[in-house]
């Protein structure tokens, strides 16, 4: 990570909002595949939360949106300075697209090994990895200097 944009702090900050992604993704899946015994109050109460289960997982992948447009808007000035110094903008973007997708892989394979363990089927977790590196190349686009 010498020549990346990520900290450390950045980078334990991208994985726990990847992660927090994954996991309430499979915390819906969990949930609807179980078999409880439990009052009739509770059960609505846990059917009307599935019921937006769409528009929660939606609301929590645009916190990843969110932290990548403030990320990038605080490298922009590091981004000038690597310019000066010879750096490509190109090598740049580059490196940055590199780097979070190794960030969101490595989130979905803790997220894939907690789905082995709970023995929950991986695929929609599959999507939120594609709908992730459509972020990430899309914002690949704001990588730019001040």
Do not use: W
Request: glycine share 2%.
């Amino acid at each position: 990570m010498k020549y990346s944009l990520y900290r450390f702090i950045d980078v334990f900050e991208a994985s726990a909002i990847y992660l927090i992604c994954f996991a309430s993704n499979l915390l819906f899946i969990y949930v609807q595949t179980l078999t409880l015994e439990v009052p009739f109050v509770l059960e609505t109460f846990i059917k009307s939360i599935i019921d937006y289960q769409l528009m929660i997982n939606i609301l929590l992948t645009f916190l990843i949106i969110v932290f990548h447009y403030q990320f990038l808007n605080r490298k922009k000035t590091e981004i000038s300075c690597r310019i000066l110094v010879g750096d490509t903008m190109a090598n740049i973007i580059i490196r940055y697209v590199l780097n979070s997708l190794a960030i969101v892989g490595f989130s979905f394979l803790l997220s894939l090994l907690l789905n082995l363990y709970l023995e929950l089927n991986a695929a929609s977790n599959l999507y939120l990895v594609f709908i992730f590196i459509l972020y990430i190349v899309m914002s690949a686009g704001q990588v730019k200097k001040e």
